[in-house]
């Protein structure tokens, strides 16, 4: 295997690079705190070409791959953002971008995507239903036929970005569950503007990832169109899986910023922080241990995440890969980020040194979006070929 990269790729890197440290600690510090959403530094990266880094050239887009759009977030997270800069690539490029550019129609692909890639084109994806959770074949928001479009009624919680979306993927039902053979059937996805008539949100106060609103969704008689199905009628749950499965990669590429991030200023306050005598702290072995550990996994995370990325770009089944990737990247974060901590002591409890925020953000990513016990039983029933557990 060649782990070299392409001048392309060394290209996008530095670029990346650059706007990450364009917008640094400072600059998310302050959003954090006023909980304001990141339009500055999502506005440089689509004027960069970033956003539209995986999609079609002739939409706009670079017509690179999964794997460019991974290097270029672990950049853009370890110069200060951290994961939650993650979640805008969830929302644009994967939810809108993955979803339209792979299964939208010819007059979706002319309507949105150009948009989509200069930054103009915001999108949020309704999914999590609060009976549900975890278990998105168990949905029970439903869309009723009516004439040649349906009336959508349900309600979901926990959808990012509400408020500064243009443009919201729903996953909905068209046939019941009773009334299908098996529950992957009868799901389709819907593409709606979030303040069509009958959609109202409210927001959920959470415990980090403030520059991005969390809220519950609310869909009361909604009416649909054709033209607002994304794919085919009743068979959404492939493209879904691959609107997730993407997802991952995305949020893989975001812990390993963060880990590196948290690592650095850990190590950067650790050699000159001084206790007892002229040794720097950071010459204990009891600090520099689990900081090495949380290095060792975050790497480890890093590489499975390219190859995950670089067999989508090929075509071929990614999703193993993708979930191993954003288990081990989940499990090092929360170790780097508490480490780090640890490291300043006061310090890093103090908002000013920004690995409190870090930490606070990444811990979202030990159960979203998807939980570490869900991924334990991907592994063993497909990976292992053990019974289904649940």
């Not at 990976?383 to 557990?389: A, V």
Request: aromatic share 8%; net charge neutral.
């Amino acid at each position: 295997m060649d782990f070299s990269l392409s001048d392309e790729q060394r290209m996008v890197v530095e670029t990346a690079r650059r706007i990450g440290e364009r917008f640094g600690p400072a600059y998310w510090r302050d959003l954090d705190a006023r909980k304001a959403y990141p339009a500055d530094a999502w506005a440089a990266i689509c004027e960069a070409g970033l956003c539209g880094i995986a999609l079609p050239e002739e939409y706009g887009g670079a017509g690179l791959g999964m794997l460019e759009m991974a290097l270029a977030i672990e950049q853009l997270t370890v110069g200060g953002a951290g994961a939650t800069l993650a979640q805008m690539f969830m929302l644009n490029p994967i939810f809108g971008g993955v979803s339209i550019a792979r299964f939208g129609t010819p007059a979706q692909k002319r309507e949105l995507l150009p948009g989509l890639v200069a930054g103009k084109a915001t999108f949020c994806m309704a999914l999590t239903e609060p009976d549900a959770g975890t278990n998105s074949l168990d949905i029970r928001s439903f869309a009723r036929a009516e004439g040649k479009g349906w009336r959508l009624n349900g309600r979901k919680v926990w959808i990012t970005a509400v408020p500064q979306a243009s443009r919201m993927l729903v996953v909905a039902r068209t046939a019941r569950i009773e009334e299908v053979r098996r529950k992957t059937e009868g799901i389709t996805l819907f593409l709606i503007e979030p303040d069509r008539p009958g959609v109202t949100h409210s927001p959920i106060e959470k415990l980090g990832t403030h520059t991005l609103p969390s809220s519950s969704v609310f869909f009361d008689e909604v009416r649909l169109e054709a033209e607002d199905v994304v794919g085919e009628v009743g068979q959404g749950w492939p493209a879904l899986l691959e609107v997730l499965n993407t997802e991952r990669i995305v949020t893989t590429a975001g812990l390993v910023g963060t880990v590196r991030l948290a690592t650095r200023l850990a190590v950067n306050y650790a050699a000159t922080r001084k206790v007892f005598g002229d040794r720097p702290i950071g010459a204990y072995q009891g600090l520099q241990f689990p900081l090495a550990q949380a290095h060792a996994l975050s790497e480890a995370a890093a590489l499975l995440n390219h190859k995950a990325a670089a067999l989508c770009d090929r075509g071929l089944p990614y999703g193993s890969e993708a979930n191993q990737a954003k288990l081990l990247a989940a499990q090092a974060a929360a170790l780097a980020t508490e480490r780090a901590m640890q490291t300043m002591g006061g310090m890093g409890y103090a908002k000013e040194f920004d690995v409190e925020r870090l930490w606070r953000d990444a811990r979202l990513f030990r159960f979203a979006p998807v939980s570490e016990e869900m991924i334990l039983n991907f592994i063993a029933q497909h990976d292992l070929g053990m019974p289904r557990s649940y």
